[in-house]
């Protein structure tokens, strides 16, 4: 490794001022490096010496003032009281806490920025309606930024304003008169916070301005991003001889004005004019070749378990390492893969990561019902969880006793009388809150419970229990908030603990100066390592491509300055560049699939360095190994006997029809076409609270016919966007489907349990989103057939061992409509609706029409289409599927690699279908090939006939089963 950043400074501060450092003051951004810092500086001297002062940047300002720092939900409380009072003056009605909880946090966060900043409170928030003001109000700024300003107010409309712009200028209005009664209350409490005392600090207002005086020199180590207030006051120390700033730069990225990693340097050098103690950059990204270790893993969890395995290649105890989480999510993934190490993690372990987040969770939910709601019952599923979470400590004898008695009586819901649970450390988990004030104190001892248990084992698990801790302290902060406002009802209580708890988190330290070193990126300031591995190296994680939440637009922030998505790239451009100037050994690893959480691409810092650099990328993709389970003797049903008089007598004699369901069946698994059709075995009956959405096809088929039945029969075509009108009627129409459904008299979404409003919620976005589509897509439609089960089936001949007979096939058509393209087209389709995972696409139309079909959906819906155009003698039907999950990038039209299914490519490959059919239907009646099933067919997880397709004995008799 190149000598650490660290190292230089410790050697510079020798050099400067000897022996006796009793006077200087060193800061940082974070506590990390001072302890590199002191070690460093031992190593340098080799003998021991009056040490320096170590501060962060926030308690090195905390000098200037004497108040307390107001924690953050005491200025959560603050601010609720007082905006409250505003909406009180205006008129308004009060906001209930967790109304405001959220907006609170924005508000909070835009008046940090803006006092971290010095952006004048009453310039930002003024009410520019008329935009010729701005050149008379804003002299001060630029052409460019009075630009930023007008775009922003121009986007309101001159003519009146939407509702949401009022609000926004109402809020808006109020800002400035919020932020000054802020302030006041935290001087009246004798608090402050630090964006107040960066501010204060800056503009002489500070209670001790002088205080560095009480220093020799101040060395700033490893700043980067500076904002307003420390530009300023940085150059004023300088200026006045007490500050001296160290910058961990290189003249790859400072000299280069396109490289963004320097921007933040460049800044504090050439604009505001600071100077680097370290004089010359160094050279040495441009000129190292060191070998950079590239693994594209088979998705984000895999990166931590493809990393033990280099892990325990490449560790050396003599080298420094350190695992650098771009996605700090993987921590937990992280720690659960790591090799027999002993880690130091400063990237708080987050409670809702942790078991105990589980239990608290369950508590509050459970409370939210019979304590707020005053239910006497609870879901069966809650009792699981509380008896087989390990925090719980339910005895095992216990606990198969309440699992017996729920699975006997078949309880989905358990009455909370009955749940006497006394082996549990947490006998009074479903007892019920009686009052209001005692949500708090009753969570509180439920963690003072967990506490004493932790603490009676063998060895104290240290992050469960700081944890615990940290959770209480929080509880705590809450309460002292809770008692100074009107009482809270229980369920307000409980969203805003949630709300509170959830940022907790807990470090986990151990040696930082050995061992494997555990952290986030920006925790890594001034830090150099040996070995490097680098987590989460995704472009749209490096960098973020979202800024936090604010009410502070993009072009006004342009305007004051304020920090913008570029200034985040940059910082973390340079966060990642400056790991490269000194490690040797460097690994990185990125999440290479595809998907609504990731676009599969390592970050664009790693390809510009790929490019730009001669570092040697080393590309390997994570080879993940099949693993192949040991065969097993199939099961295979011969067509003799008892199997083929069953078979010829239903299918032939007695005519029972075949659907394009039984036929996709027989593709995918003869044996299970032989199990449901012939056989008639049943599927088991079972208690699951899944089933429930397997009605959910349903209701979206039976609320579509309600929509579009008045259209049915009517001559001429119809506007689409008639069918504007019905999107508002498509909420209330689920509720009574559903009820249907339930043979219960649904009015309102109150009548539906939760599983119920989950299915609700999905049928209502695929039913909007089926109809938009018709709006967005054609002019206008005729409705020709809709749901009918009844009228469509078909003698089709077949050849059965040498003579002709004639099997009934049958469709059930869900909609046969003819509509007028936007280019005057009028097409005649089939529709067929689906809410799974079924695509229009195909790959090759061979493998649509063979065993194990490539797309099922596709088969069916030629199965319909040949149906409906023999029994009605219409033609030139194109197959439609309205797949919701794809349908707005897909399109509805099937189409594979010769194109969409349409025209005479289609009627080809309907000729094509019909002969396909013909010979699958003759090779079910065919008595040389037996049922069995087909062993690369795709089966579910809840497949009820997977018990025959493994581990069963060869059958080659039949009388059994039948």
């Known amino acids: 490794m190149n000598t650490p950043f660290l190292r230089l400074v410790a050697a510079d501060i020798k050099n400067r001022f000897g022996n006796d450092l009793t006077e200087i003051a060193v800061v940082f951004n974070n506590k990390r490096p001072i302890t590199y810092l002191k070690k460093h500086l031992a190593d340098v001297y080799g003998q021991a010496i009056w040490s320096p002062q170590f501060f962060t940047i926030q308690e090195f300002f905390s000098l200037s003032t004497s108040a307390n720092e107001a924690s953050s939900l005491s200025q959560f409380f603050y601010l609720y009281q007082l905006h409250n009072e505003l909406l009180q003056k205006e008129g308004h009605e009060l906001e209930t806490l967790e109304e405001f909880y959220p907006i609170a946090e ?16 009453e310039h930002i ?3 520019l309606y008329d935009t010729s003001k701005i050149d008379l109000e ?18 309101f409309s001159i003519a009146g304003h939407t509702g949401v712009q009022q609000r926004f200028l109402k809020l808006w209005k109020r800002l400035p008169i919020l932020y000054k009664a802020f302030k006041e209350k935290l001087q009246q409490e004798k608090q402050s916070n630090y964006p107040s005392i960066y501010r204060d600090l800056a503009e002489g207002r500070a209670e001790r301005p002088h205080f560095i005086q009480n220093f020799k020199q101040v060395l700033f180590v490893g700043f980067n991003a500076l904002n307003n207030a420390e530009a300023y006051l940085f150059k004023q120390w300088q200026e006045m001889g007490k500050a001296l700033f160290y910058f961990d730069t290189d003249a790859y990225y400072l000299e280069d004005r396109q490289q963004e990693a320097g921007l933040f340097i460049r800044r ?70 790591l090799p027999d190490v002993v880690p130091n993690i400063t990237t708080g372990y987050p409670l809702i990561q942790s078991p105990i987040f589980g239990i608290l969770d369950l508590w509050m939910d459970v409370h939210k019902d019979i304590s707020h709601l005053k239910k006497d019952k609870i879901p069966f599923q809650s009792v699981e969880t509380f008896i087989n979470h390990p925090l719980t400590k339910v005895s095992k004898k216990e606990k198969q006793q309440l699992q017996q008695y729920m699975a006997d009586k078949q309880l989905y819901e358990v009455a909370i009388d009955d749940l006497t649970i006394k082996s549990s450390i947490l006998p009074n988990f479903f007892k019920p809150i009686a009052k209001v004030e005692e949500v708090i104190p009753s969570l509180t001892d439920l963690i003072d419970r967990l506490l004493s248990s932790i603490a009676e084992q063998d060895r104290i698990r240290q992050i469960e229990s700081n944890l615990l801790v940290e959770t209480k302290k929080t509880l705590y902060q809450l309460k002292l908030g809770f008692d100074k406002i009107e009482p809270l009802s229980i369920s307000f209580q409980i969203g805003l603990i ?40 995704n472009e749209g994680i490096l960098p973020k491509t979202s800024n936090s939440p604010t009410f502070l637009p993009h072009a006004l922030r342009r305007a004051y300055g304020l920090p913008i998505l570029e200034n985040q790239d940059a910082l973390s451009a340079y966060l990642f560049y400056r790991h490269f100037q000194y490690s040797e050994d460097i690994h990185v690893f990125y999440n290479s699939i595809v998907d609504e959480n990731s676009t599969g691409e390592e970050s664009r810092f790693i390809k510009q360095l790929e490019f730009e650099s001669k570092f040697n990328f080393i590309k390997k993709t994570q080879q993940q190994a099949i693993f ?10 011969e067509k003799k006997g008892k199997v083929w008089d069953t078979m010829y007598h239903t299918f032939i004699e007695r005519g029972r029809r075949i659907s394009a369901t039984a036929l996709t069946t027989y593709l995918q698994s003869p044996l299970q076409f032989f199990l449901k059709h012939v056989a008639e075995i049943k599927e088991p009956p079972s ?9 959910l096809g349903t ?24 069918l504007k009108e019905n999107l508002l009627d498509v909420d209330a129409l689920i509720v009574r489907e559903i009820g249907h459904q339930y043979m219960s008299d649904f009015k309102s979404l109150d009548d539906l349990n939760s599983l119920q409003r989950i299915m609700h919620k999905i049928a209502s976005e695929y039913v909007k989103m089926y109809l938009q589509y018709d709006i967005e897509n054609y002019k206008a439609f005729r409705i020709i057939e809709l749901e009918n089960d009844t009228d469509y089936t078909l003698d089709f001949p077949i050849n059965v061992n040498g003579k002709i007979e004639t099997v009934n096939l049958y469709g059930i058509i869900d909609r046969v409509d003819e509509v007028l393209t936007h280019d005057n087209q009028i097409k005649t389709r089939i529709v067929d609706y689906k809410t799974g995972g079924d695509r229009i696409i195909f790959k090759e139309i061979d493998k649509v029409f063979s065993a194990n079909t490539e797309n099922k959906a596709l088969v069916q819906t030629l199965f319909y289409s040949y149906v409906f155009e023999q029994v009605t003698g219409r033609t030139n039907l194109e197959p439609h599927l309205y797949v919701a999950r794809r349908m707005r990038e897909d399109g509805t039209l099937f189409s594979g690699k010769s194109g969409l299914m349409e025209g005479a490519y289609l009627m080809e490959q309907k000729k094509n279908f019909v002969a396909f059919l013909k010979e699958i239907l003759e090779e079910i009646f065919d008595v040389e090939v037996p049922f069995r099933h087909n062993p690369d067919a795709h089966i579910y997880e809840n497949d009820p006939y997977t018990l025959f397709y493994r581990n069963t004995p060869t059958q080659q008799t039949d009388e059994n089963l039948l």
């Open 106 to 121: 924005i508000i909070l966060s835009d008046f940090s920025q803006l006092d971290y900043d010095l952006v004048n409170i």
């Open 125 to 127: 928030y003024m009410e």
């Open 138 to 155: 804003f002299q001060h700024l630029t052409v460019e930024q009075q630009q930023f300003i007008r775009q922003f107010w121009q986007s």
């Open 268 to 337: 504090n050098i050439y604009q505001t004019g600071l100077i680097n103690a370290l004089e010359a950059s160094p050279n040495i990204l441009a000129k190292k070749t060191t070998e950079v270790h590239l693994y594209a893993a088979n998705g984000k969890v895999s990166q931590a378990k493809l990393l033990h395995d280099i892990l325990e290649n490449t560790e050396s105890a003599d080298k420094t390492s350190a695992i650098l989480l771009a996605d700090e999510s993987l921590l937990v993934p992280l720690l659960q893969s």
């Open 498 to 537: 949630k709300k509170a708890i959830a940022p907790v988190n807990s470090a986990i330290e151990g040696n930082p100066l050995k061992g494997l070193q555990i952290m986030g990126l920006l925790e890594s300031r001034c830090l150099n390592f040996d070995n490097i591995y680098i987590l989460g190296a």
């Open 628 to 637: 192949f389970p040991p065969s097993s003797t199939e099961i295979t049903i």
């Open 687 to 695: 208690i699951s609270q899944e089933f429930e959405m397997n009605k």
């Open 699 to 722: 209701v979206i088929h039976e609320v579509m016919e309600k929509i579009l039945l008045p259209f049915k029969n009517i001559n001429e075509f119809i506007p689409t966007e008639r």
